[in-house]
């Protein structure tokens, strides 16, 4: 494909927005007389198209798409210069000729929001001086979106011999980032921007789901049929098991990403898929277990040092139950040489625990038959890791440490007949993590490569400590218990695989005992017949007194643990199909690229009689749901027989954690009970603070179709003061005669300050200002899995006058 498949540019613009008008709210008026119209301010613009997107019914795209090429144009003028982007606009098209976007760009067909979701995408520019990198996130890290990882920006060393070294080198895209995106406004007052120092790259990991019904047709010949949105097959989790509503919908349930029976189901629904299984959380440890940790019997001991929860390798277990001070109190285990692991339940025992040696091993085999075996030796300088690794000797066959999924990002040896590679899997952006990801530097000392009636085994050496941080360090004293994931290709040539499965292994010294621990139950999510599982607890930010708090932990939402979990983005991931697994895989292809305008100025410096021309945005970046990524909304009243998944048992007639309802509603007599007048809202918040900023910019993020508001509040003074609220647009269904128009999608007007017409003053947040944001949406017969309610804003660190 040549450069110019890929962007078209003006710079004489003589139409308005690609998306045409836009509303703006200030404060807490909504459409005021801001001027939205880039080309009338005489801005510049040049468009860019994403590689194509194709997908089936119900499929989720949710992977990067790498690294794109800005316009030569573009490259060239701003080279050893700084671009201001004011703005952009977002679609998603059909282009002609097909698969060759770009070269008939009036010929573009906008694909409809109720044809294919966008979740929400996010998007970046480097230039010269800067490159993304892909680091694990911290679970606090808000910016990740609740992604297991992140893309950050990273400097490159001719960054610092720069005249400027206060341009920045590349910036962030992703405000009103959802189904919201291509009517919601994503510009700035005059005199603001994104500044990019010399850019040459522009990058994009959207999440699309497709949601046409193919009864209806999925080309650009189809665009005209079904103008009325006509729901395709849903799973039965989907809308919370209440189907699809009698009277016809504007919106599919799978966009919600309901848990199904090709993974995370319900037993509710899903009684026979065993997608939903519940496990006791058994771990090993060098040291001891806390007193809560202890296992509660001989024969939960003897039953978890034997299963595959802990892969301790031996071929024969001995159990006994000993009242000794020699050994330590509980559940403990000690291998030998021979293969023997005795296995002893002490209710004396040393409180001691157990101790740390200097040599320790273990090893495990996966369901696919990928043997993974490693050594820790400390006596040596630096420590001595040796790792044993055996698969099929006809393709590929790999481990990637510390990790039950892709999602982990694992650091993870590669095998093949040509030797090792190292490699950081799943490092394809901030929120998609099925890929091959990076190749590492080698550290590894390959001792054999062998092969042996098909099977091959490779052992290595390396020291316990990693070359980089991507490369995985050995602790003796961590947790002795090592999950790790296998995988096994088609060929030699490393690429997608063939079958994968994970498992765990526990490392122990020989002749001394290593400690068990019980760690509680937990639900983990897993594909139809209970194999390749996971588990998680998000880090949902606890009430008050806690300090920034929050309402998700004290709702009991059910987006926090795997137990509750019943839909969302942990059941949403690339390449699932939203179905059940009885339910028809439809062939027929959405075919369509994702479509970007950029609109830009030229900046000029600040010098001695003059401001700069404009003043660089930082992002700020905050969730009402903090900080889980997203939050569910459940239908406000359960329904006979229809248990809500998160809570099963809750009462009947009685509102749902986080409902207030008005009207005549059920009651605990009356549980069926829905009079024309019963109005329901679901609403959390979240109080955190902000020290030293201006607000320009403010974009929430919400998805179809429930959403009311989301309301940002300045509390400092014990008064609240309301800086924005984002109340909700929605489509009237006027499509085709507005192609933007989808009946019940939503904008979201975003909230901007500055000078300009129409526009309230810039507020200023100083020392530890005391934020709070409130978001409500309507669940009065529905509710919503995978919600979302972030706020996207730009500003400035300096008062504004």
């Not at 998680?536 to 709702?555: E, I, R, S």
């Not at 028809?584 to 369509?592: H, K, N, S, V």
Request: hydrophobic residues 35%; aromatic residues 10%; proline residues 7%.
């Amino acid at each position: 494909m040549t450069l110019l498949a890929l962007f078209a540019i003006t710079f004489t613009p003589q139409s308005g927005n690609m998306n045409g008008k836009y509303s703006v709210a200030s404060g807490n008026r909504q459409d005021v007389a801001f001027n939205d119209d880039y080309a009338a301010k005489g801005h510049e613009y040049f468009d860019v198209w994403g590689p194509e997107i194709a997908t089936h019914y119900a499929e989720v795209f949710w992977t990067d798409q790498g690294n794109n090429p800005l316009p030569d144009q573009i490259v060239k003028r701003f080279a050893g210069k700084t671009i201001a982007i004011t703005g952009y606009e977002m679609d998603q098209v059909m282009v002609s000729p097909l698969g060759m976007p770009g070269v008939l760009p009036k010929d573009d067909v906008s694909v409809p929001i109720n044809w294919a979701y966008n979740h929400h995408y996010m998007m970046w520019i480097t230039g010269e001086h800067s490159e993304l990198q892909t680091v694990k996130a911290n679970p606090q890290d808000v910016s990740a979106h609740g992604a297991p990882k992140m893309h950050v920006l990273v400097d490159k060393p001719s960054a610092r011999l720069r005249a400027d070294t206060s341009i920045p080198t590349g910036q962030m895209f992703s405000e009103g980032n959802g189904g919201e995106s291509r009517k919601s406004f994503h510009g700035y007052p005059d005199g603001y921007a994104q500044l990019i120092d010399s850019p040459t790259l522009w990058h994009v990991t959207p999440m699309q789901i497709d949601t046409r019904n193919r009864d209806c047709g999925a080309t650009r010949d189809d665009i005209h049929k079904c103008v009325k949105f006509v729901p395709g097959p849903e799973p039965r989790q989907a809308r919370y098991g209440f189907g699809i509503p009698e009277g016809g919908t504007n919106y599919s349930g799978v966009l919600e990403c309901p848990c199904n029976s090709r993974y995370g189901g319900d037993p509710a629904f899903y009684p026979e898929s065993h997608t939903k299984v519940q496990q006791r959380l058994i771990v090993a440890s060098p040291t001891s277990c806390a007193a809560s940790r202890q296992t509660s019997s001989a024969a939960d001991c003897f039953a978890a040092a034997a299963s595959r929860l802990l892969g301790i390798n031996a071929t024969r277990f001995v159990n006994e139950s000993v009242v000794t001070s020699s050994l330590p109190h509980g559940c403990s285990v000690t291998t030998y040489a021979n293969g023997t692991a005795v296995t002893r339940y002490n209710t004396a025992g040393s409180s001691d625990g157990c101790t740390v040696g200097g040599l320790r091993s273990g090893a495990a085999t996966s369901t696919i038959n990928v043997k993974f075996g490693i050594s820790l030796d400390s006596s040596l300088p630096g420590g001595l890791a040796t790792l044993r690794l055996s698969g099929p000797a006809d393709v590929w066959f790999g481990v990637g440490l510390d990790a039950d999924a892709m999602a982990d990002a694992p650091y993870t040896i590669v095998v093949n007949a040509s030797g090792v590679i190292e490699q950081k899997i799943g490092t394809c952006g901030s929120e998609a993590e099925h890929c091959p990801g990076d190749p590492l530097a080698s550290s590894v000392k390959v001792l054999s490569n062998t092969v042996v009636d098909g099977k091959r085994t490779v052992v290595i050496t390396r020291p316990f400590k990693g070359l980089t941080r991507q490369h995985y360090s050995f602790n003796m004293s961590r947790v002795a218990t090592l999950n790790f994931i296998t995988a096994v290709g088609y060929s030699h040539v490393f690429a997608y695989h063939k079958s994968h499965a994970a498992a765990s292994l526990t490392l122990t010294e020989e002749g001394a005992p290593t400690c068990v621990c019980d760690m509680g139950l937990t639900n983990k999510l897993c594909e139809t017949g209970g194999v390749h599982c996971a588990s998680f607890t998000k880090n949902c930010v606890p009430p008050p007194p806690h300090y920034p708090f929050g309402d998700l932990l004290a709702q009991h939402n059910p987006t926090c643990n795997s137990q509750q979990y019943g839909g969302g983005l942990q059941c949403c991931h690339h390449g699932r199909i939203m179905l059940d697994d009885d339910q028809e895989i439809r062939p027929e292809l959405l075919r369509y690229h994702m479509k970007f305008r950029f609109w830009f100025q030229e900046y000029s410096p600040q010098i001695v009689t003059a401001p700069a021309s404009h003043a660089n945005l930082e992002r700020i970046y905050y969730q009402t749901e903090a900080n889980a990524g997203e939050y569910d909304i459940p239908p406000a009243f359960a329904r006979p027989a229809v248990p809500i998944p998160g809570y099963p048992n809750w009462p009947l007639g009685v509102p749902t954690p986080g409902t207030t309802c008005s009207g005549t509603c059920p009651t605990p007599d009356q549980p069926t009970r829905f009079g024309s007048d019963c109005e329901c809202i679901h609403t959390i918040a979240y109080h955190w603070s902000i020290t030293n900023k201006s607000l320009v910019y403010a974009g929430g993020h919400c998805h179809a179709p429930s959403c009311i508001d989301i309301r940002l509040f300045d509390n400092s003074t014990g008064t609240p003061n309301l800086l924005c609220r984002q109340a909700s647009k929605y489509g009237a269904g006027n499509f085709p005669l507005d192609k933007w128009d989808e009946a019940g999608y939503i904008a979201l007007p975003p909230c901007l300050w500055g000078r300009d017409k129409g526009l309230d003053a810039t507020p200023w947040l100083g020392v530890n200002a005391h934020i709070f944001s409130i978001k409500r949406n309507r669940n009065t017969h529905a509710g919503h899995y995978g919600e979302m309610a972030s706020w996207q804003m730009r500003g400035v660190s300096f008062p504004v006058k």
